[in-house]
């Protein structure tokens, strides 16, 4: 069992940063991918950025490609997203997640077995 708490929302003005924080614990050597999602109201949720925790590579969302940039802190237990040059179209509930299993497609839900309870982000303009 893995357990995630995300935190780091707000509100910002367009053209502002935020950086997401997302911290593991319990089973925590079982993650093999951590990745952050979100949902606007209405909306489809979105897999935003992606990391694998043994190697570091990641992805990422075309959209944010450029202005979001994921990483891996304090042994691996943590996982950040930086996000700058933020837009209103980014104003949403963003989860962490965690998922235990091998995976070719990290964008997408069903790769993730935990979620964090999410953390809300808006951008004014």
């Known amino acids: 069992q893995v357990q995630l708490v995300e935190s780091g929302g707000g509100s910002v003005q367009a053209g502002g940063s935020l950086r997401l924080s997302c911290t593991a614990s319990g089973s925590t050597s079982s993650i093999k991918y951590m990745a952050w999602f979100r949902q606007a109201p209405g909306k489809e949720r979105e897999g935003v950025a992606a990391i694998a925790t043994r190697g570091g590579s990641t992805a990422y969302v075309d959209s944010v490609k450029g202005r979001f940039t994921i990483s891996q802190d304090n042994a691996e237990n943590t996982v950040s997203l930086q996000m700058n040059s933020l837009k209103p179209e980014d104003t949403a509930m963003y989860y962490c997640?965690?998922?235990?299993?091998?995976?070719?497609?990290?964008?997408?839900?069903?790769?993730?077995?935990?979620w964090g309870q999410g953390t809300q982000v808006t951008v004014t303009s």
């Open positions: 997640a965690a998922g235990s299993h091998p995976a070719l497609f990290w964008l997408r839900a069903r790769t993730y077995d935990y």
